[in-house]
C-alpha cells in the first residue's frame, strides 16, 4: 500500500545518491530498500506518527530509527537541502548560490514528557519549548535550519547559524530581517555583509506584511503542515533539525518537480 507521503520514481532519481550507500563501500550490501527507509520518515514526519506506530507496510521502526540517526548525524538532510536549493535556483534562473538571505525564527512548545533540550523562552520567557531558525533565499526556498532550546535570543541563534552558512557561501552580500536582528550588525560590518533591517510603516495600525520577509512567514506556515513540527517532539536538538531538514527537503521537492 502506498501512502500519499511516498517518493514518487523522479523525486527518488533526484535524490537517490545522496542515501544510497556510497559507491566503493566495503561490506555487506544494505538488506533494506534505502528507499523504503526514506518514504518511512517521510510518513512521520507528515503524519507525526510515534516510531513504534509505523505500518507494517513499511520497515521495522528500529531499523528505520537507526538509519534516521545514521542521517541525522552525517548531515545528509542537510546536504540534500543544499542540493534541492541549488536546483531550485537554476531552475529560477539563478546562480548557484544565493547573494541575499531572509532569516526569522519560531518559537514551538514543546511536546514531549521525560528528558529533553526543552528550555523556558519566546515572548515573556513563557513557552517551554525550541527555537527554530530559518534561513530562506529571495526565491523562498529554505537553505538552512537550526533548532536550539527557546532561551537563546533570536540574534545569537541567527548569529552562529549565519556564521556557518556564510563560510560556505561567500557568495551572500546582504541580510533582510525585521527588527528583532538588529544585533547581527557588528557580525554583518565584519563580514562586509549588508543588514536590511524591515519594520512596518510609522502609525500602521494593523498587520502589514514586509516584502521579502513575508516569504519566510509562508515558509513557516508550509513546513508546519507536516505533523511532526507542530509541536516540538524531539529529545536532542539534533533531531529536531533534521525533521525541519526532512520536510524543508520535500517543499523544495514539490517545488523542483511542479
Not at 541525522?72 to 540534500?80: F, I, Y
Not at 538571505?101 to 523562552?121: I, K, T, Y
Request: hydrophobic share 40%; net charge positive.
Amino acid at each position: 500500500m502506498a501512502y500519499p507521503s511516498d517518493l514518487t520514481d523522479d523525486e527518488w532519481r533526484l535524490i537517490c545518491d545522496v542515501l544510497e550507500s556510497p559507491a566503493g563501500r566495503r561490506g555487506r550490501p544494505p538488506a533494506v530498500s534505502r528507499r523504503a527507509i526514506c518514504d518511512a520518515i517521510l510518513y512521520l514526519a507528515r503524519t507525526g506518527s510515534p516510531w513504534r506506530y509505523l505500518p507494517s507496510e513499511y520497515p521495522a521502526w528500529g531499523t528505520v530509527w537507526q538509519q534516521f540517526r545514521r542521517w541525522r548525524d552525517t548531515g545528509v538532510w542537510a546536504k540534500l537541502l543544499t542540493r534541492l536549493c541549488q536546483i531550485a535556483r537554476l531552475m529560477k534562473g539563478r546562480t548557484l548560490d544565493p547573494s541575499m538571505l531572509v532569516v526569522d525564527a519560531q518559537v514551538a512548545r514543546g511536546g514531549r514528557a521525560g528528558p529533553s533540550f526543552h528550555e523556558p523562552g519566546g515572548h515573556g520567557g513563557r513557552t517551554n519549548g525550541a527555537k527554530r531558525t530559518l534561513l530562506l533565499d529571495i526565491t523562498g526556498s529554505p537553505v538552512a535550519v537550526r533548532v536550539d532550546s527557546a532561551r537563546p535570543h533570536d540574534v545569537r541563534a541567527a548569529g552562529e547559524l549565519l556564521e556557518t552558512v556564510l563560510d560556505a557561501m561567500p557568495s551572500v552580500r546582504a541580510i533582510i530581517a525585521d527588527r528583532g536582528y538588529r544585533g547581527l550588525a557588528a557580525m554583518c560590518a565584519r563580514r562586509g555583509i549588508a543588514l536590511d533591517i524591515k519594520a512596518p510603516p510609522k502609525g500602521a495600525s494593523r498587520f502589514t506584511p514586509l516584502r521579502p520577509l513575508w516569504r519566510i512567514e509562508d515558509a513557516f506556515a508550509r513546513l508546519g503542515r507536516w505533523r511532526r513540527l507542530s509541536r516540538s517532539y524531539e529529545g536532542s536538538a539534533a533531531s529536531a533539525r533534521a525533521w525541519m531538514e526532512i520536510a524543508a527537503c520535500h517543499y523544495l521537492l514539490g517545488r523542483v518537480l511542479a
